[in-house]
């Protein structure tokens, strides 16, 4: 079935349903399908959108003077369509898609602390972002909000969060966090358990948050560019990359080619890094040093590469709106193939003992099992999603320039456990290597950056960039001048936070860092 084929069939549908379709001009929101709803179709539509099959991608808000815009993104059969509808602030309501689709839950509740828009029939009303942050009563991202907020005082400690708790004979609480004793990025866990078996975690994020949506506001292309590269440092390029990709859709931009493939590039060797870094930590984190080791090794020397070549070892602020701000030097292509052999020698000695080692698979096969079930409700995509059946790869399934000219094999597995997810990384090194020898080899000379012209105040654009971990997604609405109205990116921990909630269920205590690692959701993309 065709891209359109199937938006005909759905919008045949929402008219089976009696849902009234606003008709109006806009029906792109590039490079995406785009309908506005009635809001009080929106649960429906939403209801009609599972059934149909498609998968849960984003949603946010728009405040405006009397309004807030609302918008999901949902993908089906590889292509996306973004709902839209409206409600007056004057009576800011709505109805949930949770209960269509559970990978909304937290969007939604930060949609209601951030834009001040309730959600009818949410199965969980507590607040989410706010953190004691600013009263109730107001919401930051409206207008009337300013970015330095209302009071110069602490903010007070967010000590009465009521978490769930779990009753019965043995049953006890452990509290983890939100300090940790490493240098990761701060959230609570809450376990609930009997013995050593886990019965329930609750998790408690947000204690990161930047600002960013507001942040984003007023600035010039570029430095929402700077911005979105740190949304999350691990995935500069991809969040960079999807932001950059929205203002050129609205602008109408094209990238010249050879800038497209170096963003490629630099985005297979962010993925590389990180999996690398990934993979050693998963098998240290049950015992197994040798592979730590090795691993950290190897991207030590992949990440001083990167800075010798780029700036900047994890590549920040090298994709910029129209292209890119840096161009390889001339004999870089071969010293990268040289690079790329070295590595693939390196690693498959290396992959075999981690996927063939009897300590390993004691501690990794069967361990934090995500079932395909609840990969697809929560929308998860990347190694998270591919490990539990769910395979799509923007790169792909949604291929963007230039890997509508490449052959994208993304791995897929079924067993969903921490074995699974550590396949399917290790798959993507290798796919990552063939991928950038094939940039390399199609790299054409020419300019790597061109002009954004100004578009229209009120243009709007989405970005999806396929990630490490995952789908990245980006919406883009200018102002007048070429300023950013709103920006809002989704990283994929979104779902993959949410997801390690449930594949905790029925493992021991101990066995949480290794489930953990082998999701490794970022705080700071998820705590905006």
Known sequence: MSRFDWLSEYLARLEDDHILVRTGSATRLAPAHFLTLDAEDWSRAGRIARAFG????????????????????????????VLATRVPLSQPVLASLTPSF?????????????????????????????????????????????AAGHSTRRTPADADYPFVRVQGSGVYEIPVGPVHAGIIEPGHFRFQAVGEQVLRLEERLGYVHKGIEKLAAGRNPAALARLAGRVSGDSTVAHAWAACQAMEHAALCTVPPRAVKLRALVCERERIANHLGDIGAICNDVGFSFAHVQCARLREHWQRRSHALFGHRFMMDLVTPGGVARDLPADAPDRLRVDHTALRKSIEPLFDVIEDHPSLDDRLLGTGRLS????????????????????????????????DELAVEAPLETDGDVAARVRVRMAEVRESLMLMDHLLDAL??????????????????????DGWRGEVLAFVRFAEGGRIARYFPRDPSWFTWPALERLIHGNIVPDFPVCNKSVNASYSGHDL
């Open 54 to 81: 498609c998968r849960f991608a984003g949603l946010w808000g728009d405040p405006g003077e009397d309004r807030i815009s609302v918008y999901a993104c949902l993908e089906h059969e590889k292509d996306y369509l």
């Open 102 to 146: 559970p990978g909304a839950a937290r969007l939604e509740r930060h949609m209601q602390d951030l834009c001040g828009l309730t959600c009818l029939e949410h199965p969980d009303a507590r607040r989410w972002t706010r953190h004691q942050a600013w009263p109730e009563t107001s919401f930051p991202l409206r207008s009337d909000f300013p």
């Open 444 to 465: 054409p000379d020419g300019d790597i950056i061109t002009p954004l012209l100004t578009p229209p105040a009120g243009s709007m654009g989405m970005g999806f960039i």
């Open 372 to 403: 395909v079930e609840d990969a697809r409700d929560l929308g998860c995509t990347g190694y998270v999603g591919k490990a539990s059946g769910q395979g799509f790869d923007a790169r792909r399934d949604n291929p963007y320039p230039p890997y």
